[in-house]
């Protein structure tokens, strides 16, 4: 078993001018490719570990697995939920209504994740989520590269704000970026994560 470098659903410049076509190849071919190379890396040595008994060696590197794997995962569901620019419609139907529940408006929502992903402290990861038990929307956010589920939450929408993904078009004016990302987001595969979710 080896996870794979996921193929992105467009070219490497089919994002610009909100994320530059350099961002977007350093940030799939050497930072997701690197998350990847070190969650199989760390899941073999932990196979090893366990064939052996070594119960110590395996909790030295668990660490390293939540790392690379959530690293794995957000951006896996990162790449998915962006979109070229008129390409990614709009929120529709009972995701819409939910939206508009819970914030009053497509823009409220906007401006909290706004605010709240701007401000995560050092790198980490921006949500809209789904809270499974109570089927309520909500705006979370994450430290480093833990997933959501470590919060009992199921991601719909993700803004990667390591410095990485925007820093070289960016410079330190994170909120410029965060601002921006909406004209590329993807609603079609939000309005599918919420429908799966919400559905079960
Ligand atoms: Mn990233």
């Given at each position: 078993m080896s996870f794979q470098l996921p193929n992105l659903p467009?070219?490497?410049?089919?994002?610009?001018?909100?994320?530059?076509r350099e961002i977007m190849e350093l940030h799939h071919k050497k930072h997701h490719q690197g998350y990847v190379t070190n969650l199989n890396s760390s899941l073999e040595g932990y196979q090893k570990l366990q064939a052996e008994n070594k119960i110590d060696g395996m909790i030295a590197l668990q660490k390293a697995i939540n790392f690379n794997g959530g690293g794995h995962f957000n951006h896996t569901l990162f790449w998915e939920n962006l979109a070229p620019k008129g390409e990614g419609g709009e929120p529709q139907g009972q995701l819409l209504k939910s939206i508009e529940h819970y914030f009053g408006s497509l823009d409220k929502m906007i401006e909290e994740m706004s605010a709240k992903t701007a401000a995560v402290q050092g790198s980490g990861w921006g949500w809209l989520a789904?809270?499974?038990?109570?089927?309520c929307l909500r705006v979370a956010t994450c430290q480093n590269q833990d997933p959501l589920s470590t919060q009992g939450l199921i991601p719909l929408l993700g803004i990667d704000v390591?410095?990485?993904?925007y820093y070289l078009q960016y410079k330190n004016v994170r909120p410029d970026y965060v601002k921006a990302i909406w004209q590329i987001i993807n609603w079609k595969t939000v309005n599918e994560r919420f429908e799966k979710a919400h559905s079960k």
């Open positions: 467009y070219s490497y410049e089919a994002l610009e001018p909100v994320i530059s789904l809270d499974p038990q109570k089927k390591w410095e990485h993904a």
